[in-house]
């Protein structure tokens, strides 16, 4: 009997596993999106953060240039860029939010091939 | 399926094959320019430093009608110069030039127009899907190869094509510098 429920086990592992980053993949990102359709341009950082929460990375104009999003660098009137990447995603989604000098959001991107 | 996976694969080996031929000047492509002055690139990028996309990015640029690059917002109908010297700051690049006719590029711009979001792709219908659809658009045949890698390689293949490497960091090959000048938008 026991011989019989190894392979289920192994089986059942084979196919949980993937439908598990699958499920968690797409509730990471549907979770973002919708946080993120509610920003609007003008937006402070402070309600950029109450909305997305802390960004896992910051870009600034005058710093160096996060190379892992692909995107071009943040140049005026950009000043600062909010990062927020769906960490169980292999293709490297993220949502970009970027501000100007003032602290105001003057653009926003959802980033899928970077 | 088992191409797919032998291209996932290969990718790493096919800009490992381009770096050992970075000064790369066989075959001048100046000399296999279409005498239409029409012409397409393929611009596919590896891994970005520190990426979680291990796949890379490739994008497609068309004569006189600037680079069309979806998901890492880029400004469709951009300056192609600007973006290959912008990527090349991320990562490695193969860029294959590809002969095309004027009607060609026309149906490749219509498949463009029907597809406005620069960043309307993800997993399936993503970077690659996108350029393989614009150029079977456009008559130009591919193997429907869904990464970077594998569709630079498959490209890398058609009559007239011809590749250069650009490695992170510079420079640009002399013979594809003197190209891009006829890329870059006209509008």
């Known amino acids: 009997m026991a011989t019989r429920k190894g392979p289920l086990i192994v089986g059942g592992i084979i196919v949980f596993i993937p439908l598990l980053y699958f499920t968690s993949c797409g509730v990471v990102s549907s979770q973002k999106a919708k946080a993120f359709d509610q920003l609007q341009m003008g937006d402070t950082e402070q309600q950029v953060i109450g909305i997305m929460g802390k960004p896992e990375d910051r870009e600034t104009s005058e710093g160096s240039r996060l190379a892992k999003y692909g995107v071009a660098a943040c140049a005026a009137p950009c000043a600062q860029r909010l990062w927020y990447p769906n960490g169980m995603s292999l293709a490297g989604e993220a949502w970009m939010v970027e501000l100007d000098a003032s602290g105001h959001v003057i653009h926003t991107a959802h980033v899928t091939s970077p | ?187």
């Open chain 2, 1 to 187: 399926m088992m191409k797919s996976l032998i291209a996932v694969s290969g990718v790493a080996l096919l800009f490992m094959s381009h770096a050992a031929h970075a000064s790369y000047v066989g075959g001048n492509p100046l000399t296999s320019v279409d005498p239409t002055g029409t012409n397409q690139l393929v611009i596919a990028g590896g891994q970005a430093t520190g990426s979680y996309n291990i796949f890379g990015h490739v994008a497609n640029a068309v004569t006189g009608n600037g680079v069309f690059s979806y998901g890492n917002d880029t400004n469709l109908g951009s300056g192609v110069q600007a973006y290959i010297q912008s990527q090349m700051a991320l990562r490695n690049q193969v860029i294959t030039f590809i002969p095309t006719s004027p009607a060609q590029d026309q149906q490749v711009l219509a498949f463009y127009a029907l597809h406005p979001g620069r960043n309307s792709v993800g997993l399936a219908d993503n970077c690659a899907a996108r350029t393989n659809l614009a150029l079977n658009a456009g008559g130009v045949p591919t193997q429907d190869i869904p990464f970077p890698g594998g569709l630079s390689g498959d490209v890398g293949n058609l009559p007239g094509a011809q590749q250069f490497y650009v490695p992170q960091g510079g420079p640009i090959p002399p013979a594809l510098m003197n190209l891009l000048p006829g890329f870059e938008p006209q509008h």
